[in-house]
């Protein structure tokens, strides 16, 4: 299976529809609103009651699903009657926005895909709905392999999150669904660690690269690479919280005095394997531009931000196995 990542919702179908394994932990818009006449089905079939911050929709899916699929180009429509559907070999992760369902992650495979799969991953799953970075999920076991193993764990069904419950209530909710409804001999819990973390201290003094407005920041490892980068915009808190994301490492804001009321930042991450030096370190290309050392040297320098190394108490979601 083929997982893609930062990719628009229209790209991501488009990879669905070529027969690729798709698992798309991105920011897709919301999806098209559904026709009138089958909309109320859909809500009753996918909405969430009164309390209720997590919920599975088992197979076989309701056939408003179908439809909801059709009008959002999750399957194909060759020139036959009825048109055939592949909707369900893709799972769904879903979040309302008042009436407006929000697609907020997919995966799934062609039946002609030698990894075929129409489940998602344990990890995939926690990763969405309760909305942390990758590196802030810890999981148990005693090798690599084991873990990966673990996260790749089938989870079967498509789920329906809220993402303005707290943190502690999705895990939970989370954890009774895969262990009562989907049978799974596995925990998910958040759990205090002590974790290397990066401080963002000092004043924000814009000093933009060369051809850049004060404000927007580029956020790279080596060098800037050539080709388009991934293009962002918010405040200061959402601006950490992505590097966060991009580096692999959780940063904590203690930026101190005025803030501007928005960002606008631009992700860089160059293709292939080319090899760095630098001082003591070697990297590949790809690896520096994560590098938390290399890019928040370049954003300190962009910003005036200083970023300190220091260990802090963190909260982490868990996954392990139970026996």
Not at 76 to 94: C, F, V, W, Y
Not at 154 to 167: Q, S
Request: hydrophobic share 35%; with cysteine; aromatic share 8%.
């Amino acid at each position: 299976m083929v997982v893609l990542k930062n990719l628009t919702f229209g790209v991501a179908v488009a990879a669905v529809l070529a027969g690729v394994g798709v698992g798309v932990a991105c920011r897709p818009a919301p999806v098209t609103d559904p026709p009138a006449d089958w909309k109320a089905e859909f809500r009753k079939a996918y909405g969430l009651a009164d309390g209720q911050v997590v919920r599975q929709i088992p197979r076989p899916f309701p056939r408003v699903r179908e439809q909801f699929g059709f009008a959002n180009k999750l399957q194909r429509q060759p020139q036959t009657d009825p048109p055939k559907p592949i909707g369900n070999e893709i799972a769904l992760i879903l979040n309302w926005q008042g009436d407006r369902p929000n697609i907020r992650g997919m995966m799934g495979s062609a039946p002609d895909d030698p990894n075929y799969t129409n489940d998602l991953h344990l990890d995939y799953v926690t990763q969405i709905v309760t909305g942390v970075h990758p590196h802030q999920i810890e999981t148990t076991g005693p090798r690599h392999r084991d873990r990966r193993q673990l996260n790749q764990t089938p989870v079967p069904g498509d789920f329906v999150f809220d993402p303005a419950a707290p943190l502690a209530d999705r895990v939970a909710a989370l954890d009774r669904i895969l262990r009562d409804e989907c049978k799974l001999p596995v925990r998910v819990r958040l759990e205090t660690v002590v974790r290397p973390v990066l401080v963002a201290e000092g004043r924000y003094y814009p000093k933009p690269r060369p051809g850049r407005e004060a404000g927007h920041i580029d956020v790279f490892g080596h060098k800037p690479p050539g080709g388009r980068p991934i293009e962002y915009s918010g405040d200061m808190a959402e601006f950490l919280a992505d590097l966060s994301g991009w580096m692999g490492m959780r940063v904590v804001d203690a930026v101190e005095g005025p803030r501007p009321a928005k960002l606008r930042w631009s992700q860089h991450l160059r293709e292939g394997g080319e090899s760095i030096d630098c001082d003591d370190f070697h990297w590949r290309s790809d690896e520096a531009d994560h590098d938390w050392r290399m890019v928040s040297w370049t954003v300190a320098d962009q910003t005036g931000l200083r970023f300190r190394l220091e260990d802090r108490p963190v909260e982490v979601v868990r996954i392990e196995p139970v026996k």
